[in-house]
């Protein structure tokens, strides 16, 4: 394997970081490749989020006795047995991954990412995109991170350029070889990033439909014939990118947690989704998240690289998959901390609260996280928190602080401030701008009650709003409001919350312990929905 970042020369650091992979390939191909070109097979994952002991429903802990998907042992299992298979079939196996291994679990929670690196060495990924999750935590950490994995990290439309901590380390692309097929891999980071996220100032994501392209050119420039573009930009930019971005053969994509898949439950698509491109078919694939399926695209290729057809499928990853015994051992050794943590009861819910529907509406469980916000502030009035901050459903029965962690798994601390109506209702229609798609943004709130239009045009969204006490909201009164740091630092387009601000203290408890404290305090929680939130 060989690593060629996008716009310099390659470094013999580079060299060495890529070689240290190719001993978690399998073992050479001893059957000839077809004489007119490679038979290859792209094994693809994205969005794993820190799921290293599966999920249940919703993205929830999993919990003895209820069925329970992925789980990295598994997962790597069913990457073994895939790899082997293709070898048996005289193809090329590539292991790659469409980004987002970071945030969800108290395995992140604990570890900033060193878990996620060191099962991605026993599985032997080849090379990952870098999603929006990547950088929850700052440069520093993407950067350690970095330094703990042997293969590439990609993003063309990174300009790392003015941060010393990830200039060095992070590619636009690559080239790949694995039982002597090569293939060229490009990655791509939404440009939703610079607000969903926390990349800090150094960092500029730039237009990644211009950014492919320059890279698939560079790549045909040096010989290579086939383009695999790792995408962490969601589905529907995929397929304009697979239609626009000319010399791309194939998208491995992530983001938007959408199957691509024949004949499962739940799927928008089949495997792979064909897009006619410029001058040539696109195969696109994803497999939703949390690593409940593997995905293979199997293609075989011509003499000039370009595919000439294609197979595969998407593997579910449930009880039935024997575990990887070395992955297993690697999950104990970074589980052994956490288990006194995640076992503190805290309360019982007499219910099922699910996460979905907190990016495009209210939701039991945004309630549930708002009124625990604005509880804890007893000089507070109102509390805003963005419905994509809730990563995992609260599941019914007894809730534990495992549980609330993944719920919560992003380390935010309560924030505080002081901000006129005029600002609040203006932090109200950013949350409401991305309707009718859903989105991180959507408000929860507590303390007020709101009417809205979807369908109105984007800032003129809001109808009404009132406070609990069904009294308008004062657009020239300061209010006190609580949210959380995330969102008071501007993040998910709340600029408001940080340039308006009359007087804010951001240094609060983190919002696992608030809410745990709250569910503590209650005893027992229903999932209720009061109206607070209503589409006109």
């Known amino acids: ?53 599966g999920v249940a429903e919703g993205g929830s802990v999993c919990r003895e006795g209820r069925p329970c998907a992925g789980g990295s042992a598994r997962l ?31 395995f992140y929670t604990q570890h900033r990412g060193l878990a996620e690196a060191a099962v991605q060495r026993a599985m032997g990924t080849m090379a990952m995109s870098l999603g929006n999750h990547e950088f929850d935590n700052g440069p520093a950490n993407l950067a350690r991170y970095a330094a703990a994995v042997p293969f590439p990290l990609l993003s063309a439309n990174l300009d790392a350029s003015r941060e ?13 070889e694995s039982h002597g097929a090569r293939i060229g891999v490009v990655g791509l980071t939404t440009q939703e990033t610079a607000t969903s996220s926390s990349p800090g100032p150094n960092l500029r994501f730039t237009d990644p439909f211009e950014a492919a392209e320059r890279a698939a050119f560079a790549l045909r420039r040096q010989g290579i014939g086939t383009v695999v573009v790792l995408s962490h930009l969601g589905l529907s930019l995929d397929r304009r990118l697979a239609a626009e971005v000319e010399g791309v053969d194939a998208i491995i994509g992530g983001h938007s947690h959408l199957l691509l898949a ?42 000039d690289g370009r595919v000439a057809s294609h197979g595969g499928g998407v593997r579910p990853i449930g009880p039935d ?40 509406g209210e ?76 989105a991180g943004r959507f408000p929860q709130v507590a303390g007020l009650r709101l009417r809205f239009d979807p369908a109105a045009p984007v800032g003129q969204r809001v109808r009404e709003v009132r406070m609990a006490d069904w009294t308008p ?29 009359l007087e804010a203290y951001d240094e609060g408890p983190p ?3 608030v809410v745990a404290d709250h569910l503590a305090a209650r005893g027992r929680v229903a999932p209720v929905m009061d109206g607070r939130m209503a589409r006109d």
Do not use: W
């Open 1 to 53: 394997m060989r690593q060629d970042p996008a716009n310099r020369p390659l470094s013999r650091r580079g060299l060495l970081r890529a070689a240290a992979a190719l001993p978690l390939a399998a073992p050479l191909v001893r059957r000839a490749l077809a004489a007119d070109g490679a038979r290859i097979a792209l094994l693809h994952m994205n969005d794993f989020h820190s799921k290293h002991e």
């Open 321 to 360: 998959v024997p575990e990887d015994p070395a992955v297993a051992a690697v999950v104990a050794e970074y589980a052994a901390p956490l288990g006194e943590i995640r076992r503190r009861a805290l309360a019982v819910a007499e219910g099922f609260f699910p996460n979905e529907p907190c990016r495009e």
């Open 473 to 501: 909201l004062d657009p020239d009164r300061a209010y006190r409001v609580v949210t959380i740091s995330f969102m008071r630092a501007g993040g998910d387009g709340y600029a408001v919350l940080r340039d308006e601000a």
């Open 76 to 106: 790597a299992g069913a990457i073994r047995e895939a790899r082997a298979a293709a070898i048996a079939e005289g193809r090329a196996p590539f292991l790659l991954d469409a980004g987002d291994q970071f945030m969800g679990s108290l």
């Open 363 to 438: 939701c039991a469980l945004g309630s549930l996280v708002a009124d625990a916000a604005l509880a804890r502030v007893p000089s507070a009035e109102i509390a805003i928190v963005n419905g994509g901050g809730m990563r995992a459903a609260l599941p019914s029965g007894t809730v534990t602080y495992g549980d609330v962690l993944a719920v919560l798994p992003f380390g935010n601390t309560l924030a505080t401030l002081t901000i006129r109506g005029g600002a609040i209702r203006a932090a109200l229609e950013n949350g409401l701008s991305r309707l009718p798609r859903d």
């Open 164 to 176: 010393p901590l990830l200039r060095d380390r992070v590619s636009g692309f690559a080239v790949l």
């Open 511 to 513: 919002m696992e312990e």
């Open 262 to 303: 024949n004949g499962l439950a739940g799927a928008v698509g089949p495997h792979p989704l064909v897009v006619q491109g410029r001058g040539r078919d696109v195969r696109i694939g994803q497999v939703a998240c949390h690593a409940r399926y593997l995905g293979r695209m199997d293609l075989d290729l011509g003499a």
